[in-house]
């Protein structure tokens, strides 16, 4: 297997931090999501949405706002039952947790707050998988100091969700996707050495994930993608050995059902990088959008147009 950039495009540096992206086609067009603020934990951010009629030209079309002093980050988009949803969260200074939302996005670019119930109070709902538009799953944790709790979650409607159970080890941000026999695939982020992530298969409605295993990468700011046989696993990426202190890159990964886990390499990408987002063209291209600081130290949004060569070698890592 070996993936392939056949272009890659600067789509967003206006801000002084761009960042934490969402990305997705609805009917016809392609629609990209970001974090604009004035640093990574400012308190001024606001949901910055373009439109593309191609995936390579992108322009302008609505900013979401939760107000003065709520810096509203981390943008899932997410077609549902033929809406178009925006997940993200508001965090306020001086608590813990977030305050989840969602919008309906309109086709003028109206963004229509939705009413959320069911999601444990400061939970960030954070992942959100659709299931053949039948129902959308998600992944919801909350952070309290050092502790990190994170529960899975299913909704019939986008709004109303009612938990399933907690992830019976510590995990914050988890990236979550379906399969098309309705099971779900998730990766979980560690915030605590040795940094690596857990990787699960969920069979809903059981209350638990049913195998789970420790990757032995670090890849944080998670974005899984199914494909048939295996995960599409992509982060912010430093060698194990060296904690923190490493060298950054938004690495991909392929992790085959087998277990085999194949390195497809990096994209151009340092330092402040990762939350990468998914939009497959057909069988063998995909958009894929994320963040990085490599060119100039300010932060940047990205969009790349991937060729995947599902029989090409490539490099497969040791547990």
Not at 16 to 23: I, K, R
């Amino acid at each position: 297997m070996k993936i392939s950039i056949d272009r890659i495009s600067s789509v967003a540096a206006a801000a002084a931090h761009n960042a934490f992206t969402g990305l997705c086609r609805f009917q016809g067009r392609y629609y990209l999501a970001f974090r604009s603020a004035a640093s990574h934990m400012a308190a001024d951010g606001v949901i910055t949405v373009l439109v593309s009629d191609d995936g390579n030209a992108w322009r302008a079309w609505t900013v979401l706002s939760a107000g003065r002093e709520r810096d509203l980050r981390d943008p899932k988009l997410i077609v549902f039952q033929d809406r178009l949803l925006l997940f993200a969260a508001i965090r306020d200074r001086n608590r813990a947790g977030r305050e989840s939302r969602c919008y309906q996005l309109q086709p003028d670019g109206e963004g229509n707050q939705l009413p959320l119930t069911g999601i444990p109070a400061r939970y960030w709902l954070w992942g959100v998988a659709n299931d053949r538009n039948h129902r959308l799953y998600g992944s919801a944790y909350l952070q309290t100091g050092t502790t990190f709790q994170c529960r899975l979650l299913y909704s019939s409607d986008g709004c109303r969700w009612q938990e399933i159970g907690p992830l019976p080890w510590t995990a914050g941000e988890t990236a979550l996707d379906c399969a098309d026999d309705g099971s779900v695939y998730g990766l979980s982020r560690l915030d605590i050495p040795p940094f690596q992530p857990e990787y699960f298969h969920w069979q809903p409605p059981a209350a638990r994930p049913a195998s789970h295993r420790r990757l032995p990468v670090v890849l944080h700011g998670p974005c899984l993608r199914r494909y048939p046989h295996g995960s599409l696993l992509i982060g912010r990426e430093w060698p194990v050995d060296q904690a923190e202190a490493g060298p950054r890159r938004v690495a991909m990964h392929f992790l085959h059902d087998d277990g085999r886990l194949e390195s497809l390499g990096a994209l151009p990408s340092g330092g402040d990088c990762s939350y990468a987002a998914v939009c497959p063209l057909n069988d063998s291209q995909a958009l894929v959008s994320y963040y990085s600081s490599h060119e100039s130290g300010r932060t940047g949004v990205y969009v790349a147009r991937l060729s995947i060569d599902w029989q090409a070698g490539s490099t497969v890592r040791p547990d």
